[in-house]
């Protein structure tokens, strides 16, 4: 057991990518930080070890967040590492990219488990045991706006992520607890890059008027901000972290 006086925080889908950013920001920020992987073993490890040589505090929690299980396990190991928990980020998601004709009942499920199942079941947990106070954080994604074909049922998703935003931050009145989602724009992880052309990329880029991609701590920083007491006042709002690209 590794109680601490700091502000605790679970990062779902830490192990790369945008999680690991916002899991070593916050651990930054003086938050002690659980971070979730589903496989990644080696991968999480890197980051609580990052995390402690700069003189933070992490864990590394498996579980898939499809399972309410391996969720309550999670959130069980959370707090007896860090006698309770401030906040959640659900990070962990998913983007398989095909047209509606082309679509399968496969990928619809696995999309649907893990960026929706996945966050009502994090969600669900949070509002239950995180104290008075607490910030939880979703991802939801600016493609939704766009339309972009190939993305119908990713971008279904992460709507759905935001009515679940807004409508657990009027449940929670009087606690204090503020909900939101971050909906980044394309942004250079190995999730986006992967199956990619460079002038695919390099389209995506010039969407917005800053003309690059994205970097995980662009968003990371988002998320800092909404974590932060600065962040108190910003609740059921969807906040595009997308350079521009409307």
């Known amino acids: ?58 864990i590394a929690v498996q579980g898939d967040v499809s399972s309410s299980a391996d969720v309550l396990r999670m959130f069980d190991e959370t707090e007896n590492a860090f006698g309770g928990l401030d906040g959640v980020v659900n990070n962990a998601g998913i983007m398989v990219n095909e047209t509606i004709a082309d679509g399968t009942e496969q990928t619809y499920d696995r ?84 199956g990619k052309t460079p002038e695919q990329i390099e389209h995506l880029a010039q969407l917005n008027p800053l003309g690059r991609l994205a970097t995980p701590e662009d968003i990371a920083n988002a998320v800092s901000f909404l974590m932060s007491p600065q962040g108190g006042w910003i609740n059921g709002q969807v906040i595009r972290a997308n350079g521009g690209m409307n």
């Open 1 to 58: 057991m590794t109680t601490t006086s700091r502000k605790s925080v679970l990062v779902t889908g830490a192990s790369r990518g945008i999680g690991a950013a916002v899991a070593t920001r916050l651990a930054a920020d003086g938050f002690a930080v659980a971070v979730n992987y589903a496989g990644s073993a080696s991968a999480a490890q890197q980051v609580v070890d990052t995390i402690i040589a700069g003189g933070g505090a992490a």
């Open 111 to 194: 999309t649907f488990d893990i960026n929706v199942r996945g966050v009502f079941l994090v969600l669900r947990e949070a509002a239950k045991r995180m104290r008075n106070g607490g910030r939880i954080v979703n991802f939801s994604s600016s493609v939704i706006g766009l339309a972009l074909p190939t993305y119908g049922l990713y971008s279904a998703s992460k709507a759905a992520v935001d009515a679940l935003t807004r409508v657990l931050s009027k449940e929670l009145r009087g606690r204090e607890i503020t909900v939101n989602s971050i909906a980044p724009g394309p942004t250079a992880t190995k999730l986006f890059l992967d």
